[in-house]
């Protein structure tokens, strides 16, 4: 069998340096475009609901929103109905952000599927969607 770890490394290595390198004039790189495009797709979102959304330590949620509110991309607001929990909010940087995220993220797509047929694509999509799946419930088996 192919040695699907590597290769899936390799790619998300690459993903991740193409994406660093057409963030870089926003001050963003692919860590920080990741909590952009949660928080402007759920605006609002719990900083502690980030931590599942993103798979992430909350140290590392803690320190990457410091990051984004210092500069102007997040607005941190206490929840109404909770003091204690954080909701996060984009400022028009962060949506103008997303716009050139999503931008990065089509042509990189758009590069390493150059070559494929549009079955290819498909078919390339329906197998990541599979090894998500057996992944996800691999770590989380249901009850």
Not at 31 to 57: D, F, M, P, R
Not at 73 to 87: E, G, M, P, S
Not at 102 to 131: D, G, H, M, Y
């Amino acid at each position: 069998m192919q040695d699907l770890h590597r290769w899936n490394t390799v790619l998300h290595r690459y993903a991740t340096k193409f994406l660093d390198k057409e963030l870089e004039t926003l001050g963003l790189n692919y860590s920080y475009a990741q909590y952009i495009l949660h928080i402007c797709i759920i605006e609002g979102i719990e900083q502690e609901k980030l931590t599942s959304h993103l798979n992430v330590h909350r140290s590392s949620v803690t320190r990457a929103i410091s990051y984004l509110i210092e500069n102007g991309f997040v607005i941190k607001k206490n929840c109404l109905a909770d003091k204690r929990t954080n909701q996060l909010f984009p400022t028009k940087k962060a949506q103008d952000a997303y716009i050139c995220i999503q931008q990065a993220k089509e042509k990189w797509n758009n590069i390493i599927s150059s070559n494929f047929t549009q079955e290819e694509i498909t078919q390339f999509f329906t197998l990541l969607q599979k090894a998500k799946n057996n992944a996800y419930e691999y770590l989380y088996p249901s009850k």
